[in-house]
């Protein structure tokens, strides 16, 4: 009965441990989607950046193929305005999804653009915190 007991104890405290790591990886998440949108409201190439992984893939497009178009995209936009719902994240150990609705407007040249949409990213914990690995 008391080793019963135990092994219960243990499996609780293993599930709570687990859930705590998941609500801490979600909170980091948030940091880092939070961070992307300012990054995107200020037209902050660097600040946009430490938030996405150098092994970024999607689509045919490399990290370097990414960061030439934001850098291009930032340069020719007079202003962006970006805005994100609440997420949905799904946490898989050191990788995570995530998928909110966004609207985006952009001014180019005096003419307003608007894009919405659900967006959904991949995150991966990488040593320096959680980065987007595909998605954007």
Known sequence: MLVRLFIISIAILFLVAGCSNDDSSRQEILKTLATRSNALNTKDSNLYFSTVSLRYSDKGKNFAQLKESVEKNFREFEQISYKCG?????????????????????????????LKGLEHLKLKNETDGWKIVSGI
Do not use: N, Q
């Open 86 to 114: 609440a997420p949905s994240i799904t946490v898989y150990g050191s990788e995570a999804d995530s998928a909110c609705d966004y609207r985006m407007k952009m001014r180019v040249r005096g003419k307003e653009f608007e």
